[in-house]
């Protein structure tokens, strides 16, 4: 304390890899299915602290608007009591902006059953993307920044900033490097600059 005014609690940061694999199946043109499986992994040390496994089904209604339902489970893997089992939704409105841009504005319902208790957050995230050629390939950069409102704390408790791109490597395979800056803000700061792998199967 200086002066009568009390320490400010300092800043956790933290460096972290995520690795995820995806499985899709299209039923159709415009409905598929999901199967997903992701670690949290501390960078340095590469030891996994956090998983989590789910399955979700998207249908594309129209070409300016899709919808999601899903499940999560997710749990502790360094012996803390961390679990989750999660129910979500997505609505996901799109708009065609010039020079070929596509600007996707999402909005995702959690219903959290926690070692904690029940809690619902709702997040708000604005993406832009375009395809890139070059020759016969084609890849395609994005960036967005999201929100979250956690009823656990009555507040806005996280802000996230992603940068990435999406990299056919084949037909049915597609591999999706990103980096994330995360900021929780809610209960302390904690900050995490993420590295993201995200390998895409489609069957």
Do not use: C
């Not at 961390?82 to 996901?92: A, H, K, M, P």
């Not at 395979?173 to 990103?178: H, L």
Request: charged share 20%; glycine share 10%; net charge neutral.
């Amino acid at each position: 304390m200086i002066s009568g005014v009390p320490a400010q609690a300092q800043p956790t940061y933290n460096n972290e890899f995520w690795p995820e694999i995806q499985l899709h199946h299209w039923f159709s043109p415009h409905t598929q299915m999901i199967l997903m499986g992701q670690t949290n992994r501390e960078l340095d040390s590469g030891s996994a602290y956090q998983g989590q496994f789910g399955v979700t089904g998207e249908h594309r209604f129209a070409d300016w608007f899709s919808g999601r339902i899903g499940y999560r489970h997710g749990n502790a893997l360094d012996g803390g009591p961390f679990y989750e089992n999660r129910l979500l939704t997505e609505q996901t409105f799109r708009m065609r902006l010039p020079s070929e841009v596509i600007a996707d504005f999402r909005t995702r319902e959690d219903f959290r059953w926690l070692n904690t208790g029940y809690s619902m957050r709702f997040r708000e995230r604005i993406q832009v993307q375009r395809d890139v050629a070059i020759g016969t390939y084609t890849f395609t950069p994005y960036g967005s920044t999201e929100v979250y409102y956690d009823t656990r704390y009555g507040q806005f408790s996280r802000y996230r900033l992603t940068v990435g791109g999406t990299f056919p490597l084949f037909k049915s395979i597609a591999f999706e490097p990103y980096l994330t800056h995360q900021v929780d803000f809610a209960s302390g700061t904690t900050i995490t600059d993420a590295l993201g792998l995200t390998l895409h199967i489609t069957f």
